[in-house]
Structure formats: structure tokens, C-alpha cells
């Protein structure tokens, strides 16, 4: 009962109050994977960047096969430019759910910061195979392309991204 608060909590992003609940919560069951979860990803909005990852490496250590510890640890790991790691939690993410297009994203992303540009294409246009209706994939992909020189294909994402009501930002 005292997780579903927190839970809740979470999503009306009272992060602060889920993290009590989710602290009560493993008073009770010191070994509830997903409080440890939830209340990393709680600290991670927080900023609370050494809680955060206490908390996700304990939810893996009891859950080594839920693939949100290891996106949400990816997601802090890129936070704090630790692109190398990033990338390590993110391929565990995806070895377990190859379906979740959010994890491509953020990989792309890294990839994109570690100047790896044919490979952030990749996982972008993986993102987009999951998710074509996200208009952001089609922009982000774009600016990579554009990077790379690849002009007319940047161009024809950033056309679909607009079409798809991505508002792309003013320089």
C-alpha cells in the first residue's frame, strides 16, 4: 500500500514524497526490487546522482533482468558524461527488451556525444522502426545526418519530423 502511494507520488512528480514512501516501503521489504527502482529514479530527478546509483545498482542486484534499471542507470550515466558506461548499461536495457524505443534514443544520443555518427543513425532509425509516429526520433536523426553531410536525407527527416508536429527549436 505504502509503494502504490509512492508510486503514485512518482507520477504526479512528487518525487520528493514518493522517495519517503519508497524509503518506508523497504523498511517493510528491504529486497522490493522495484522500490529501489522507482526510488532511483525519483533521486535521479532529485538530483541526487550517488542515491540514484546506490539505488539502481541494488535493483540489479535483486533483478538482474529488468531492463529499466539498466536504462534509468544508462539515462544518469549520460547525465554525467560517463558515455562509455552509458552505452554498457543501455546494450543491457536493450539485450533484455529490444522493443523499447526510448532505450535506442538514449543510446543514439550517447553515441551522438561520442561522435559516433553512422552508429547514432542506427540506433535512431531503430527508434523510429519502434516508434514512427515520434517526431523527435526523425529531427535527431536529422541533425546527425546533417553532421555527417548526409544533407538530403537530414532534410527529408526534418520534414517528416514536422509533419509529425515535432516544432523543431530556434538557434
Same mark, same amino acid.
Request: aromatic fraction near 16%.
Given at each position: 500500500?505504502?509503494?502504490?502511494?509512492?508510486?503514485?507520488?512518482?507520477?504526479?512528480?512528487?518525487?520528493?514524497?514518493?522517495?519517503?514512501?519508497?524509503?518506508?516501503?523497504?523498511?517493510?521489504?528491504?529486497?522490493?526490487?522495484?522500490?529501489?527502482?522507482?526510488r532511483g529514479s525519483s533521486k535521479l530527478e532529485?538530483?541526487?546522482?550517488?542515491?540514484?546509483?546506490?539505488?539502481?545498482?541494488?535493483?540489479?542486484?535483486?533483478?538482474?533482468?529488468?531492463?529499466?534499471?539498466?536504462?534509468?542507470?544508462?539515462?544518469?550515466?549520460?547525465?554525467?558524461?560517463?558515455?562509455?558506461?552509458?552505452?554498457?548499461?543501455?546494450?543491457?536495457?536493450?539485450?533484455?527488451?529490444?522493443?523499447?524505443? $526510448?532505450?535506442?534514443?538514449?543510446?543514439?544520443?550517447?553515441?551522438?556525444?561520442?561522435?559516433?555518427?553512422?552508429?547514432?543513425?542506427?540506433?535512431?532509425?531503430?527508434?523510429?522502426?519502434?516508434?514512427?509516429?515520434?517526431?523527435?526520433?526523425?529531427?535527431?536523426?536529422?541533425?546527425?545526418?546533417? $553532421?555527417?553531410?548526409?544533407?538530403?536525407?537530414?532534410?527529408?527527416?526534418?520534414?517528416?519530423?514536422?509533419?509529425?508536429?515535432?516544432?523543431?527549436?530556434?538557434?
Amino acid at each position: 500500500m505504502i509503494y502504490n502511494r509512492g508510486l503514485a507520488k512518482y507520477f504526479f512528480n512528487d518525487y520528493t514524497g514518493a522517495i519517503a514512501d519508497f524509503d518506508k516501503t523497504l523498511i517493510i521489504d528491504p529486497n522490493h526490487m522495484l522500490a529501489y527502482s522507482y526510488r532511483g529514479s525519483s533521486k535521479l530527478e532529485t538530483k541526487d546522482y550517488n542515491g540514484a546509483f546506490s539505488d539502481f545498482d541494488r535493483a540489479i542486484n535483486l533483478d538482474s533482468l529488468n531492463s529499466r534499471n539498466y536504462y534509468e542507470k544508462g539515462i544518469l550515466e549520460f547525465l554525467l558524461k560517463g558515455y562509455a558506461q552509458a552505452i554498457n548499461d543501455f546494450d543491457k536495457a536493450i539485450k533484455i527488451d529490444s522493443r523499447n524505443d $526510448q532505450i535506442f534514443n538514449w543510446r543514439a544520443c550517447t553515441k551522438y556525444a561520442l561522435s559516433d555518427y553512422e552508429n547514432a543513425i542506427v540506433d535512431y532509425s531503430n527508434a523510429i522502426k519502434l516508434n514512427p509516429k515520434k517526431g523527435v526520433y526523425y529531427y535527431s536523426r536529422g541533425l546527425v545526418e546533417h $553532421q555527417v553531410n548526409q544533407i538530403e536525407s537530414a532534410n527529408l527527416d526534418f520534414k517528416k519530423a514536422t509533419k509529425l508536429g515535432y516544432i523543431i527549436p530556434k538557434e
